[in-house]
């Protein structure tokens, strides 16, 4: 029998869906790069029991599965097909939420549960916490997010280090029936499973971090820790105006994660093209190429929003004497660099109420209406409200269609064009210079937008998040956009400038002859030995 009808009649109990191949590329192929992955087909899983036995039958009928859990991983991508056939796993409709203990804050999830479905559940059930949100917004699973290492900005930053158990199927022939849990899950004979669910490192070896960012596992269930809502809050946002300021920036940065570690939030560190990408409208799409702004764009159009060279954004978590001790700290230290603004200042709380009124018919006050709009998103995200303020981005280049937020947003699905480059720096401010002329005029050379975020999450490392946003409609731009994510790559490594997390495409350039990748190598065999999961994906192939 062939692999389609073994897997027709898995399939046939409810507890699963097969999905033929042309319908699988078109669900779930296309993403923001690239032309979409072709897949023999796809198998959504209705029911967790379905899946010791698909794992059973790929390792046996010789056939490749690929897990996802929304499959939203733009910029990124999941997984090359080559020659082998490869099914999607569709884990969306697991998502189901059990409360593990409402009073500590810690909730047990499926792959499928997005953040919107967190969010909706917290309000219902009257839950005094935070969705550990992302930029990627409302239709993006929780748990895979965990699994990719990704972060955001609500004060548990790092999404993984929030995970503090899960649960999982290895793709072992002999090991795929049963679900794997800690030792801890396992010694535990109370029934209720709760203390592995409240500690993350469990017992003996620590192996729930072998699945992320890997291909050794499907995961069905995570527990995680929320932050609590705090009782007071502020979001605070200085304005540099003099680009010679930057070191300066940086150093108080430093200082401020460090010596208020606990109230304040991650930071983030803008330059002025990003903060014009985000509130303007690209000039030079009509153009062919499409080229980046030019200085004197940028100029001008950061001079018509009254934007500045660099941004700094906050938040402070806490009881109210503390956000006002923290707020105080700000203003001291931070005001030789520039403009600061607090968002429960009553100068916002005045423009916020000044939105309201109904005068769309002003060209300024619309705008001015879309910046405060996008502000009191951005203020939202930091309080764990998803929503889709940063999805716009990728639309920055796209010819046919705008990225309003009007509507739910889908940069695979809308054509746009985007990978990410996302290394790690050194808190030094002279590194950080240095990086951020390598980065302008790497990809100004290659004809992009460079667009500079850096991430502060801690007060010893920062991660960049630098887009490349490419016309998807013109072959010539995308092969550019590949051709400059190398080079930012390897050249940036050489200078000390180190991915936290790849594009598949590099993920497969890896020098794999390293101690680490031969180790990973010889997990993997030992966990996986028909390579049924995920092929390719973080591994030493
Ligand atoms: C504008 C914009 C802003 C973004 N902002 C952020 C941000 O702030 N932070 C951030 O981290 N990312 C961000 N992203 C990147 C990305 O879109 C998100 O990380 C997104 O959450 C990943 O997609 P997903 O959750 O749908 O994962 P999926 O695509 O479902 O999964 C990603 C990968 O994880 C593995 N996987 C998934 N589920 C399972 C499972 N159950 N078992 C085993 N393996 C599994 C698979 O290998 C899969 O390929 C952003 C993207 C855009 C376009």
Redesign the pocket.
């Known amino acids: 029998m062939d692999i389609h009808s073994q897997l027709t009649i898995i399939c046939q109990s409810g507890t699963a869906t097969l999905i033929d191949s042309e319908k699988a590329v078109e669900l779930y192929g296309i993403n ?1 790069f690239g032309q979409p992955q072709r897949f023999a087909g796809a198998i959504k899983v209705f029911e967790e029991s379905v899946i010791p036995q698909l794992l059973k039958l790929a390792n046996t009928a010789g056939f490749k599965l ?11 991508g ?2 090359l097909v080559n020659k082998d056939p490869v099914y999607l796993l569709d ?1 969306s409709p697991l998502n189901s939420i059990t409360p593990t203990n409402k009073q500590l804050g810690l909730i047990t999830i499926g ?1 499928g549960v997005t953040q919107q479905q967190l969010h909706d559940y917290l309000v219902e059930e009257n839950w005094p916490h935070m969705v550990p949100v ?4 409302p239709s ?2 929780l ?3 965990a ?2 290492r ?3 900005i609500t004060p548990y930053t790092d ?1 993984f280090y929030a995970c503090n158990a899960l649960k ?1 199927y290895l793709p072992h022939p002999e090991l795929c029936e049963q679900k794997l849990s800690s030792a801890v899950s396992a010694l535990d004979q109370s029934g209720n499973d709760f203390i592995d669910k409240t500690f993350k490192w469990g017992l003996g070896p620590y192996i729930d971090g072998l ?1 992320t960012q890997s ?1 050794l ?4 269930e995570m527990t995680l820790r929320l932050a609590k809502k705090p009782s007071s809050f502020s979001a605070f946002y200085i304005q540099i105006f003099e680009g010679d300021d930057f070191a300066e920036a940086v150093s108080f940065i430093r200082d401020l994660l460090e010596s208020q570690s606990g109230m304040v939030g991650s930071i983030n560190l803008m330059d002025k093209r990003r903060l014009v990408s985000m509130t303007c409208e690209n000039p030079n799409l009509d153009k062919n190429p499409i080229e980046p702004l030019s200085d004197e764009q940028v100029n001008k159009l950061a001079a018509s929003k009254r934007l500045p060279e660099w941004m700094i954004v906050g938040s402070i978590y806490g009881e109210k004497p503390v956000v006002n001790f923290v707020k105080k700290y700000i203003k001291q230290k931070g005001k030789k660099l520039g403009r600061i603004l607090f968002s429960d200042s009553w100068l916002l709380k005045f423009a916020h109420q000044f939105v309201r009124l109904p005068m769309n018919f002003v060209p300024a006050f619309k705008d001015v209406k879309g910046q405060l709009t996008s502000l009191k998103e951005g203020i939202d995200i930091m309080l764990g409200e998803p929503n889709q303020v ?2 716009p ?2 639309y920055w280049r796209n010819k046919t269609t705008q990225g309003k937020k009007s509507r739910p947003l889908d ?1 695979a699905a809308e054509n746009c064009g ?1 990978l ?1 480059y996302a290394p790690l720096l050194p808190m030094d401010p002279d590194a950080l210079k240095q990086f951020v002329s390598f980065v302008r005029s790497t990809m100004l050379q290659y004809g992009l937008d460079p667009l500079i975020t850096f991430t502060n999450l801690k007060h010893d490392c920062i991660d960049s998040t630098v887009p490349l946003v490419f016309n998807k409609q013109s072959e010539e731009d995308e092969i550019k956009a590949f051709n400059c994510l190398h080079e930012l790559i390897t050249e940036g490594c050489k200078q000390g400038f180190v991915p936290y997390r790849l594009p598949i495409h590099e993920q497969q350039q890896l020098d794999k002859t390293s101690a680490f990748w031969q180790t990973i190598n010889i997990i993997k065999n030992a966990v996986d030995p028909n390579n049924i999961l ?1 092929p390719g ?1 973080y591994d030493s192939q």
């Open positions: 923001t690929h897990p996802v859990s929304t499959n939203n991983n733009w910029g990124y999941s997984i884990l792959p992302t930029g990627a917004g993006c699973s748990l895979s997010n699994l990719e990704g972060y955001g999404h999982a699945f291909n596992g499907v995961v069905t940063a999805l981005l990728p940069p985007l990410w995920s994906k």
